[in-house]
């Protein structure tokens, strides 16, 4: 999964040379805490946030008050990169360009975890089933029973680490309910 699968297209910006007062009064209709400063081919330069501009003079431009950051991520790069750059620096939004590091959109946890609820099934119904197993051949076996018992599967996880293996499955039908869980146990005692 790549990051322009997930991006928020036409992110609030403004252009290197603006005025306060146009930036700021920009922010407040939009109700913007912060906005990206382009330069004039649209390239990323920094951004602004509200708080370092609402008491300054209106007729200064805000180059003075944009901070430079380096981090982004391109709209080629895997969703995991820019979900990790998020989580270190617990950011709230972070911009989105393209190889010119033209400004092309943004990324923010909101919009990750209503794509991510959506990719997983959440709020539709089912139950959540949660599998140890030891290894792939176990991994195998517990899903070759999850076709074997016709289980409806609307979302799997796999969850490996060097503590524990997990399977983490979103259920929707199941016919026998008990049978499953029989055969699941056989499984499982059999590892």
């Known amino acids: 999964m790549l990051v322009k699968e997930f991006l928020t297209k036409d992110p609030a910006k403004t252009k290197e040379g603006s005025r306060v007062c146009d930036t700021r009064e920009l922010m407040e209709d939009k109700n913007f805490r912060i906005i990206f400063v382009v330069d004039g081919e649209e390239r990323l330069s920094g951004f602004l946030t509200y708080d370092s501009i609402k008491d300054k003079p209106g007729e ?27 989580r270190e620096y617990g950011l709230m939004v972070l911009p989105v ?54 289980v409806e599967i609307l979302s799997l996880l796999n969850s490996t680490d060097e503590e524990r293996n997990r399977m983490i499955l ?17 499984v499982m005692t059999d590892e």
């Open 60 to 86: 200064r431009e805000i180059d003075d008050f944009v901070s430079r950051s380096t981090l982004h991520t391109q709209v080629d790069d895997p969703i995991d990169k820019a979900v990790s750059i998020i």
């Open 97 to 150: 360009v393209d190889g010119e590091r033209k400004l092309v959109g943004v990324l923010t946890p909101g919009k990750l975890f209503e794509e991510f609820s959506e990719l997983l099934n959440f709020g539709e119904g089912g139950f959540w089933l949660t599998l140890e197993y030891e290894d792939s051949d176990s991994f195998d076996r517990l899903l070759s029973v999850m076709g074997e018992h016709d």
């Open 170 to 186: 979103k259920i929707g039908k199941v016919d026998d309910s008990e049978e499953l869980k029989r055969s699941l146990e056989k």
